[in-house]
């Protein structure tokens, strides 16, 4: 059949599907620019400016300088660093670095756990899979709240349970002390969101056959084997979308820090750091050079992770 034959104006079955397509598509992508990529490319555009908060469309184009330059008064005092020259910055990176990779991976691994042991066949699994999800659903604020007032230092139940069975000789403040404050942040974190990286997990476990575990039983495998070379390869896409949300979520962390923690320089992430320059030192620019810089590390951390995910370690080619 000719193509100028063809109904809907020359063109063919799958092109009218892809135009069918992109329009359906097209209300979507219209308010995903509007509220994602917008407010985006405002924010590098304020990042290469001057502009105050007191007047967002009143800057003047400064380049790179909330990036690299340092500035100073007359006396010699420094004013002004820029972000990469900044070590405040450096940091909240680090800070930021440490509790996503310590909180993501401690999560995964009880996570795992908790989902073999939901995915198993036992009475009551319907009610307990309900009560595990109970932390997740709390709202971070509510959660970060109740945790401060548990973990307060005059009158919280986590020192006079601890002080009861002998653990500890005085009350510690587990959020205001430095030493111990991103251990307070962590633990909170990891109550949270182990129920999130359990229903994610057992999501996966729920897709395995369950003829391959009576065939390995059979066969007279160990379970641990079965668990390392059966199960974790075929639940591995789960658990890459499981660790990939989870830590960009962690990357991005802001709510359970500002509201758990005094702002110190122990715990103070990138987010933070960031609302602190836009907001409270009316360092809107700076600010927004911050956030730019967390938007190129978590677009890094993303495209590293899906192409680590695309790419056969063993040396097999890709997949």
Sequence with gaps: MAVSNLPGGGLTLLQQRQRAAFWFLAPMLTALFCVAAWPLLRTIWFSLTDTSLNDLYGGEWIGFDNYLSVRTLES???????????????????????????????????????????????????????????????????????WAWMLNDQYGIINDMLLRVGLIEQKIAWTANTDTAMYAVLMVDVWKTTPFMALLCLAGLQMVPRD???????????????FFKVTLPLIRPALMVAVIFRMLDALRVFDLIYV????????????????????????????????????????????????????????????
């Design 76 to 146: 010699g005092r420094v004013i002004y660093r820029g972000t990469l020259v900044d070590p405040a910055w450096w940091n909240a990176v680090w800070n930021t670095v440490r509790f996503s990779v310590v909180s993501v991976a401690i999560e995964t691994v009880l996570g795992l756990v908790v989902a073999l042991v939901l995915n198993a066949e036992f009475k009551g699994r319907g009610l307990v899979r309900a009560a595990i999800l109970i932390p997740w659903a709390i709202p971070t604020i509510v959660s970060a709240k109740m």
């Design 212 to 226: 391959i575990y009576e065939a390995a039983r059979i066969d007279g495998v160990h379970p641990v084997k079965v």
């Design 260 to 319: 758990l923690t005094p702002n110190s320089a122990a715990t103070k992430t990138m987010s933070v750091i960031s609302r602190e320059n836009l907001i409270d030192f009316d360092k809107f620019a700076y600010g927004s050079a911050q956030s730019t810089l967390l938007f190129a590390i978590l677009a890094v951390f993303v495209s590293l992770y899906i192409w680590l995910g695309r790419v056969d370690l063993s040396g097999e080619g890709s997949r």
